[in-house]
């Protein structure tokens, strides 16, 4: 199927009141959890999962998507005007972006973050359409032992995912490997089951991912009783005008073009997420300005080259997540979950059965880019507000969410007390240092390698008894992913350097929130 | 040994003791699945003794912060309410349970103002009753209302 034909299948799909319905609720939801400090895209697609269960495929990944790439941009809006990045995405923006608000530029830096992003995202969703299906075509070939080294690369991410100590990162995709054993095993044995048959289907994805990060995140907020606090610090006079002048659109253009490209880029390597092309995005133009100088007074390109940036790596990490399923990022990790549990599994199926499906998301996630452009410029200035909710009003909010989004994956109370094990775990692990995201990756991939080295055995077996290992080494394909894996492997130390090599030149920004 | 260096033992200890654990029962696991049961314990062992061992070579030197038990104090209160809460769930239903528990946790988290408290709960249970229980098609338990 060429593209133009999945293109002509989507439209069937797109033009429903449930996919318009989506995409605005994730444009608008995903900006509201971007500018909530502390909230983030992970946390946000994790909780509106259950919602998504009466939706039909479109419209509920769609949702998804949207509130990943509308998040990311809600994030500078709270860094531009209380120098508090949203989402870890956003910190390098804060660096150009508060000192135009306390030059009364709020608005201005605000319309800038606004046109970067959306042409950043634009240029990731045209590369999206553009990558994803050859790439697709490749897994056209894959069988068991392809299969079960994707899910081995997959899992030599999760030290990229641990943001700070890579052995407590390591010890965090060990836990979910664990638990991803509990239940029946491909040979329909009971594993760790300890004689429950509630477990014999195994630990449920959605409510483990919602204790996680939304329960875990409830009783981080708890630590606020008493202080009666927001979670905004003060409130930005918000004035100027929002577009960008001509001229300095002009002047600016190459630069946002160019920082989308690399935001792209990074987006598709494993591991590389928004905060780091924000980082290399900043660089980039603080390298080619005339005036370097200037960079943290508060200047128009401190503020489009990273949100540019940060914004393309959206459309970038849905490549290799819709193609291979290999999620780069605990946004993307969760998305596979919802892509799983919607019944589309990545690979050319995506492409070929469901192709009106994917072609309809790859386009909505373009319209979800114009129109977080125009919700942005419509309400943007008026995003902080939703940021002084104050937090004893949030917390019984993301409290009732969770339960009830627990309760509706199978609708029985098991599940609610498993998402509460799963909270319980989530702010232990939290509060020890130990990054929640790579459990949920594992607890992914881990059932996956699981079935894949099994199938792989019996293919093997009746290839005249010859071992999975000497059946997976005997295919081209195999050996050429190996080779990535031992990339994967190196990518959290390179992405380290790269991030603290930025991080040492242009300082520590603001309270750069938790990767969650 | 220094305190935070102390937590990163126990962790490892925790898991070297959960890993040994497992690995014992997995000694009737047929074929494959004892084989990647195995595997998966493992390296799940192999991440607990290194933590061990780092934690016991380094423990002079700076590591992860101290937690301080106070620190536990509020979450673990408001896990302890949200606790309640689902058990209230599964006795009296979803409505009646979240109309009396949602007030009382902003009042724990020390909330006085009681027009957006009533506000904030009924528009709550609004959306919530509008989402799943006539969109979405969920059957909530069973309430005393509903």
Request: charged share 10%; net charge positive; glycine share 12%.
């Amino acid at each position: 199927m060429t593209i133009w034909e999945g293109i002509s299948q989507a439209f069937a799909h797109l033009f429903t009141l449930q996919a318009a319905l989506g995409l605005v609720i994730g444009v608008v939801g995903g900006m509201i959890i971007g500018a909530l400090p502390g909230l983030s895209a992970t946390m946000g697609i994790a909780l509106l999962i259950p919602i998504t269960y009466g939706m039909d495929q479109t419209a509920a990944i769609l949702m998804m998507a949207a509130i990943y790439t509308s998040a990311v941009y809600g994030g500078s809006i709270s860094a531009i005007l209380i120098h508090t990045p949203g989402t870890p995405s956003s910190a390098a923006t804060c660096l150009d972006g508060y000192p135009m608000t306390q030059k009364g530029e709020a608005l201005h830096a605000i319309g800038l973050s606004t046109t970067a992003s959306v042409i950043g995202g634009i240029i990731s969703a045209i590369a999206l359409l553009l990558i994803a299906p050859p790439l697709a075509r490749l897994s056209l070939n894959f069988q068991a032992p392809e299969y079960f080294l994707i899910a081995f690369f997959g899992l030599t991410l999760i030290g990229s995912l641990a943001s700070g100590n890579m052995l407590k990162g390591l010890l965090a995709g060990a836990i979910g490997l664990v638990v991803g054993l509990i239940g029946l095993s491909p040979e329909v044995y009971a594993r760790f089951t300890f004689g429950n048959f509630k477990l014999n289907g195994g630990i449920d994805l959605i409510p483990a991912m919602i204790g996680l990060f939304s329960i875990s995140q409830v009783m981080v907020l708890g630590e606020e009783r008493g202080k009666h606090s927001s979670t905004v610090k003060e409130e930005a006079v918000i004035q100027g005008r929002f577009l960008p002048p001509a001229k300095e659109f002009v002047g600016l253009l190459p630069l946002i073009l160019e920082c989308s490209v690399v935001g792209v880029f990074i987006g598709i390597l494993p591991g590389a997420g928004g905060d780091i092309a924000s980082w290399v995005g900043l660089n980039l133009a603080k390298n080619q300005s005339k005036h370097k100088e200037l960079f943290g007074t508060g200047i128009p390109e401190g503020v489009a080259a990273p949100e540019a940036a940060n914004n393309a790596v959206t459309g970038g990490a849905l490549i290799p997540l819709l193609t291979l399923g290999i999620p780069g990022s605990s946004t993307a990790a969760v998305m596979l979950g919802g892509l799983t549990i919607h019944g589309l599994n990545p690979g050319f199926e995506l492409f070929s059965k469901f192709a009106g499906i994917t072609y309809a998301v790859i386009i909505g996630f373009l319209v979800a880019n114009i129109l977080m452009g125009l919700v942005g410029w419509a309400a943007g200035r008026y995003l902080t507000k939703v940021s002084k909710v104050p937090i004893p009003i949030l917390l019984p909010c993301i409290a009732m969410l969770s339960i009830i989004g627990a309760y509706a994956t199978k609708q029985n109370m098991f599940t609610v007390y498993v998402c509460l094990i799963f909270g319980l775990l989530g702010f232990l692990m939290r509060k020890y240092g130990i990054p929640t995201a790579p459990v949920v990756l594992a607890l992914i991939l881990g059932p996956m390698a699981d079935e894949q080295i099994y199938q792989g055995t019996m293919q093997a077996a009746g290839m005249g008894g010859i071992t999975f290992f000497q059946y997976m080494m005997s295919r081209p394909i195999c050996l050429v992913l190996l080779g990535l894996i031992v990339l994967g492997l190196f990518s959290p130390l390179i992405s380290k350097l790269i991030s603290k090599s930025y991080k040492k030149k242009y300082g520590e920004v603001g309270e750069a929130a938790e990767d969650i | 040994m220094l305190k935070g260096r102390i937590q990163d033992l126990v962790i490892g200890v925790i898991a070297v003791a959960i890993g040994i654990f497992l690995f014992i029962q997995t000694k009737d696991f047929p074929g494959v699945t004892q084989l990647f049961s195995r595997i998966v314990l493992i390296i799940f062992l192999v991440i607990g003794a290194v933590l061990v061992l780092t934690s016991l070579i380094n423990g002079k030197k700076p590591g992860p912060e101290e937690v301080h038990i106070k620190d536990f104090k509020n979450p673990m209160l408001i896990f302890l309410i949200i606790l309640v809460y689902v058990i209230m769930i599964d006795k009296i239903g979803f409505f009646v349970a979240s109309a009396v528990i949602m007030p009382a946790l902003m009042l724990f988290m020390g909330y006085r103002k009681p027009i957006p408290m009533i506000a904030t709960t009924i528009g709550t249970l609004g959306f919530i009753y509008f989402l799943f229980v006539t969109q979405l098609h969920v059957r909530l338990p069973a309430d005393l209302l509903f």
